[in-house]
């Protein structure tokens, strides 16, 4: 957080090494850093990317510290993530980071329902990675995801591996389609399928999704300080100083993104 | 260290100053006073500026760094600060550059914002003649200067008491014995006078807004009618631009495959200042904007500084284009309802023949 | 660091502004605390009208044609080949196939010179500007009501109004600092009716909103004049003393009663009539209208239709009263009196009667045949009469009606000169595109819409090699061997001053903080800000009768929905300056449709979907922006955007007096996507 490059604005480089189709308009995209030796990172943190000559936005980081790549999971949806799109291997970028506090791995209880709506997976899959390679670290763990159609499942090609390292995994869509056999409906019609004691929550995705899957983990006996919420707001400078992603009197990108939820329910 | 400047001596010591470093002093230009360059010109010090000097310090438009591109790769270069002294500018603007050296200075701190805080000498006057929109005093912030400046002058009449505030101060005192000269037997005499001439501003400003409070204007956010007066609001965004403590900023590109990265004043008061790319916003009409603004300045600045987020300076109400929505009708508003006979038509009703406008 | 005191470049206000440089770039702006107008305030616009001069964009270069791309080239070159093919054209085909559109954003001194090359050494009456899509009802009208085509009173004056009629401006929006005086005389006591078919924000300030259905705007004029004189509530004296041809207005007036303006115009009858005995009891009242009044087909009556009512009710000559035309640009007033107009020299000195005092001034022959409007020379450039044309700091490709048609007219041209200060999609079909100094990059006067004469003082040096216009135009004139000699804007406001009654005391040293308000006749002159108060330029002002006619296009089972189109907050006309600042783009990225909830629901759209939007013309894609603001059965669209060009959906009908494009009179249907 406080290297040289959230000081001046001057970002690392990045070279792209690889790019895979995450769906049909989203990429995975592998980083490489160029002029930095070591990225130490938290699942849950994210980077301010740059594509010069475009600008700079905040993009959750998708991949694991556990693992040797960055990867970061980019949809079309500005300009500056339109110009990431466009990028090809061999490209360079500008990386700042990391910021933002991350899932708060030493607090959270053994037992972790993770639960995401639509594009906010690439966050958690931060997290169940983790998880799944520190398996023996964790207990009870579900993942619990729902996108808008079967297209736009992030990440299908990994359930099978979760589900082998002992994490239960539960998909839905809020419109089904010939041949989809899974779940209809909103994620929180997931949580009554999966074994969840109560114990640590990590979710991410749109306030109102937050808000009823936190209503229904608390019906579950979770209390509210063990429901940790990743929140996306505005934001330029990804060091507490532009104040784009105030939420209240809380900067998202210094004391966030994550926040546990009694702390935020009140602005969601 | 203390001294005492005739006034006839005042531009000699400016020429001193200039044949060394960029100086900046209030100027009458086409009958406005502004912070420009001095090269000999004479100076107004009969009101403040409208566009702060604090603006000298953390601008509205600078370059972060210049990016060129070479074989696919960047270089990246950061513009260098001149060194500057800026004279005259009043305790309100020096206190705001407090509150921005809090923010700015707070972990990871902003290397271009204190490259241009560091290679400023301040050179602060005293204020002993306020506007009529100004409460500094109601905020702690003035109408005199206690610390954070390099030197500061108080106007005692025939010339300016001259204390200095940090090492850079005592040398600038040292380096013209002729102009300022060792005065530690007036000493106690010209603290005095001091006291005196800073003591009528001070009731001048606080007899503006009797009573006023950082307390008594948190009370009144609760009951504000925030929705209706965003309604009247007209998205001119002038008092962010214009307040000396807000910084808010968004950063852009300019030129590829070689350019500039600046970062440029943003406001709160614009819808997309928060709007996520979604379309979604989490202050979607201009009542939950206003009210954020001025939660910002009241609660949450003060909380994460100490220091309140407004210092009295008047400045956002002079500019405000709608009628009876600045922050001067609210305290006036907050003023009159104290006030149990008072003969004076409703504070936001009507306020007579328009805004203050500073002669 | 320096402070650069200057105007500012967007809407017709011309608010004073104070440019902040530091090291050779501005760095902010900020307001001129002692403007007579503007007061220490500004619009966000304003705020940040330095933020696009070192956008990359900013042309730097000559540019002639080569085949499909445009290259750079050095000024000689360039002028040269402008030289060239518009001599061989002059030549060829005659004066006639040429035309000439200046810039209602350049400097006066610039419109000036590019009007006296269309004429001195183009020989050429085909000038004209965008004063034609917007208030040439107005200097019609006005002309012909008054004596002058012109705003009466200052700004400012409507502090003093008791009752102000706000008709077709949506002023919170296009003229910030306008509503800011018209809401300061709210607070001091005077009435405002806000007359509108959208709610607009001042609509929802006023004490009273009128919504007719667009297009039938003489009808509710005269509804309401008709209602005052039933009500007594005329002012006799004024109309024996100082006007002519009432009977006979009065007279045409006897169909509007408030219930057939009510089926006409959907405004209830008693509205009306409550919205009449407010105005015609005022001491003093003020017309404040704007686009929704002129941009109709029968826009010049609409204009007489106001004028009408002002004189009836004795408006015009006194402080509080007067008739105020917003103009939209900082300049277009300004070309205007410079004689921009194909049948008018500066000072609105008639062609076919002062030509033999222009003749001896530029030592040279001058067209004696009234040349074509701007859309007419569309016509003819597309039918191949017009073959060669200037465009200078213009756009038509997306501020002109039926863009299939400008398109075609553009691209079957044989020479384009465009000048400039970014590459617009109308550059691109140019020949030769030479690049210009911005507004805060050369020394010019730009004149307001209440006829203020303001001094513009370059604060920073135009981007690489990129001239004042008013050289160019200089240049060519002496290419074209007309006798000039200007080494600076100030020279040539001393020929414009020596030709131009209204502007004669026009000095640049004379012009401080708030410039000079004309007419200004001699250098002792101290300006003239309200006209008329003895008498008018045409001795007494004339009523003129006139009759609500249906709108040229009317929505029809094919096409339902009428549409108007008109501008936001945070855009300025076609985008070139403002979508190239952070904050305003960001504000307004897009094309919005604002559909009434009603409509909405039926077409099963939500708020924020795409949707297709066609008229007979063409179609676009716009988002729709869901809002009880507009009323069943009209749309509104704003104009700044490329990738959904508004115009491409507008008629070429024209109102037959100003030929004014009916911009406000498109019928159109929706589709999905």
């Known amino acids: 957080m406080d290297g040289r490059e959230m000081r001046d604005y001057i970002p690392y480089q990045v070279e792209i090494v690889d790019i895979d189709r995450v769906t049909s308009d989203s990429y995975l995209i592998s980083l490489q850093i160029l002029d930095r030796e070591v990225f130490r990172y938290r699942p849950g943190q994210f980077i301010m990317v740059s594509v010069f000559g475009l600008g700079e936005c905040p993009i959750s980081i998708a991949s694991t510290p556990t693992r040797n790549t960055l990867q970061i999971c980019i949809r079309r949806a500005g300009k500056i993530t339109s110009g990431i799109m466009d990028s090809m291997i061999g490209d360079v970028l500008g990386v700042r980071g990391p910021c933002g506090n991350g899932f708060p791995l030493d607090f959270m209880k053994k037992d972790i329902l993770i639960a995401g709506g639509g594009s906010g997976f690439a966050t958690l899959r931060s997290l169940i990675n983790f998880i799944a390679d520190r398996r023996e670290q964790f207990g009870n763990v579900a993942v619990a995801y729902g996108a808008r159609t079967r297209q736009d499942l992030y990440f299908m090609q990994e359930y099978k591996g979760w589900q082998m390292a002992g994490i239960q995994v539960a998909v839905t869509v809020d419109v089904g389609d010939q041949g989809w056999t899974g779940n209809v409906g909103m994620v929180t019609s997931l949580l009554d399928r999966l074994e969840i004691p109560p114990g640590s929550a990590a979710i991410c995705g749109p306030p109102v999704m937050i808000n009823s899957v936190a209503a229904r983990l608390m019906e579950k006996g979770f209390q509210l300080p063990d429901i940790f919420v990743s929140l996306e707001r505005h934001m330029k400078c990804g060091v507490g100083k532009c104040e784009h992603c105030m939420i209240g009197p809380h900067h998202v990108c210094m004391e966030g993104p994550v926040f546990s939820y009694d702390r935020v329910r009140q602005y969601l | 260290m203390i001294s005492y400047l005739k006034k006839a001596d005042l531009p000699d010591l400016l020429q001193a100053w200039a044949d060394k470093m960029d100086v900046l002093a209030p100027i009458l230009e086409e009958g406005q006073i502004s912070f420009t360059t001095w090269k000999g010109q004479p100076l107004d010090l009969s009101a403040n500026a409208l566009v702060s000097p604090a603006k000298i310090i953390s601008p509205r438009e600078e370059i972060l760094f210049r990016y060129i591109q070479e074989s696919g790769t960047y270089r990246f270069l950061r513009p260098d600060q001149k060194p500057r002294l800026i004279f005259g500018m009043r305790p309100c603007d020096l206190r705001a550059l407090q509150v921005l050296d809090r923010i700015y200075g707070a972990p990871p701190p902003d290397q271009a914002y204190l490259d241009r805080r560091r290679s400023a000498v301040l050179a602060v006057l005293n204020c002993t003649n306020p506007g009529p929109g100004c409460f500094c005093a109601a905020l702690g912030a003035g109408p005199d200067a206690d610390e954070g400046y390099d030197l500061l002058f108080t106007d005692l009449g025939n010339g300016y008491l001259v204390e200095s505030g940090s090492p850079a101060g005592i040398v600038l005192i040292k380096n013209s014995p002729d102009l300022l000269p060792a005065v530690s037997d007036l000493a106690d005499s010209l603290l005095t006078d001091k006291g005196r001439v800073v003591g009528l501003c001070r009731d001048q400003v606080i007899s503006s807004f009797p009573g006023m409070s950082v307390e008594r204007i948190r009370e009144g956010m609760e009951s504000a009618e925030w929705e209706r007066l965003g309604q009247i609001c007209s998205y001119c965004a002038g008092c962010s631009f214009v307040c000396p403590v807000c910084h808010c900023f968004t950063i852009y590109d300019r030129g590829v495959p070689d350019g500039q990265r600046i970062r440029c004043a943003d406001s709160c008061m614009t819808s997309g200042f928060s709007r996520l790319t979604s379309g979604s916003n989490p202050r979607p009409s201009q009542g939950d904007r206003l009210r954020n603004w001025y939660l910002d300045k009241f609660e949450y600045i003060l909380a994460r500084t100490g220091l309140a987020g407004c210092v009295g300076c008047g400045r956002c109400s002079q500019v405000c284009l709608s009628p009876d929505i600045c922050l001067r009708s609210f305290l006036e508003s907050l003023c009159s309802r104290e006030m149990t006979t008072n003969k004076f038509a409703d504070a936001g009703e009507s306020k007579g023949e328009g805004k203050s406008i500073r002669k | ?673």
């Open chain 3, 1 to 673: 660091m320096q402070t650069i005191p200057t105007t500012c470049i967007y809407c017709g206000c011309g608010c004073g502004l104070m440019l902040h440089v530091e090291e050779g770039r501005v760095v902010a702006a900020s307001p001129q605390i002692n403007h007579p107008l503007s007061q220490g305030h500004l619009c966000l616009k304003g705020w940040l009208a330095y933020q696009f001069l070192d956008h990359p964009d900013r042309l730097r270069r000559p540019m002639i044609r080569k085949g499909e791309r445009l290259v750079p080239s050095s000024w000689d070159q360039a002028l040269d080949l402008a030289r060239d093919e518009l001599s061989t054209l002059l030549r060829e085909s005659g004066p006639a196939s040429l035309g000439v559109l200046t810039s209602a954003k350049a400097s006066n001194e610039e419109n000036f010179l590019l009007m006296k090359l269309a004429r001195a050494g183009l020989k050429t009456n085909n000038v004209d500007h965008v004063a034609r899509l917007c208030h040439a009802p107005t200097l019609a009208a006005l002309s012909s009501a008054l004596g002058s085509g012109s705003m009466t009173n200052p700004i400012v004056s409507l502090r003093k109004s008791d009752m102000i009629l706000v008709a077709g401006s949506n002023t919170t929006e296009q003229h910030p600092l306008v509503a800011f005086h018209i809401l300061q005389a709210r607070k001091t006591g005077a009435e405002i009716v806000v007359v509108d078919p959208r709610r607009t924000a001042m609509a929802r300030l006023a004490d009273l909103h009128l919504a007719p259905l667009p297009g039938t705007d003489a009808a509710w004029i005269n509804g309401l004049l008709r209602a005052i004189l039933d009500l007594g509530l005329e002012d006799r004296q004024f109309i024996e003393a100082r006007t002519e041809g009432f009977e006979e207005a009065r007279a045409a007036l006897d169909p509007y009663t408030p219930q057939m303006v009510e089926q006409v115009t959907n405004i209830p009858a008693d509205d009306l009539v409550l919205a009449a005995s407010k105005l015609g009891s005022a001491n003093r009242a003020a017309f404040v209208y704007a686009m929704g009044i002129t941009q109709h087909y029968w826009g010049t009556d609409n204009v007489q239709a106001l004028a009408n009512l002002a004189l009836a009710t004795g408006n015009v000559g006194r402080d509080g009263t007067g008739i105020y035309p917003l103009r939209g640009h900082q300049n277009v007033q300004g070309a205007c009196d410079m004689g921009a107009l194909p049948a008018y020299y500066s000072g609105y000195q008639p062609v076919s009667s002062s030509r033999s005092r222009f003749e001896r001034a530029w030592k040279t022959d001058l067209p004696a045949e009234i040349g074509l409007t701007a859309v007419e020379m569309m016509d003819a450039a597309q039918a191949g009469r017009i073959k060669g044309m200037i465009i200078s700091g213009e756009n038509p490709m997306l501020s002109f009606p039926d863009q299939t048609q400008v398109r075609a007219a553009l691209e079957e041209l044989d020479f384009l000169l465009v000048v400039d200060i970014f590459p617009t999609e109308t550059a691109r079909l140019a020949n030769v595109v030479l690049p210009a100094a911005s507004f805060a990059e050369k020394e010019g006067t730009f004149t307001s819409t209440e006829r203020r004469v303001q001094l513009a003082r370059g604060a920073v040096s135009p981007p690489g090699e990129a001239w004042p216009e008013w050289r160019i135009w200089a240049d060519l004139l002496t290419r074209f061997e007309v006798d000039c000699l200007y080494e600076s804007a100030a020279q040539i406001m001393e020929e414009i001053a020596s030709l131009t009654p209204s502007y004669g005391g026009i000095s640049h040293s004379r012009l401080g903080t708030g410039g000079l308000v004309w007419p200004c006749p001699n250098h002792d002159h101290p300006g003239t800000p309200i006209l008329h108060v003895d008498s008018f330029p045409i001795g007494r002002a004339r009523f003129r009768p006139v009759e609500y006619k249906a709108p040229s296009e009317k929505p029809d089972e094919e096409y339902p929905f009428l549409l108007t189109t008109g501008r936001s907050l945070f855009q300025f006309h076609t985008g070139t300056m403002t979508r190239r600042v952070p904050l305003l783009e960001r504000e307004v990225p897009e094309p919005f449709l604002d559909i009434s909830p009603p409509d909405a629901r039926q077409l099963g759209l939500k708020d924020g979907t795409y949707i297709s939007v066609e008229s007979r013309r063409g179609r676009l894609i716009a988002r729709a922006r869901v809002t009880p603001d507009v009323n069943p059965g009209h749309l509104f669209l704003p104009i700044h955007f490329l990738e959904g060009p508004a115009n491409l959906l507008t008629s070429r009908y024209r109102d037959p007096i100003s030929g004014m494009p009916a911009l406000k009179e498109a019928a159109v249907r929706l589709r999905r996507l």
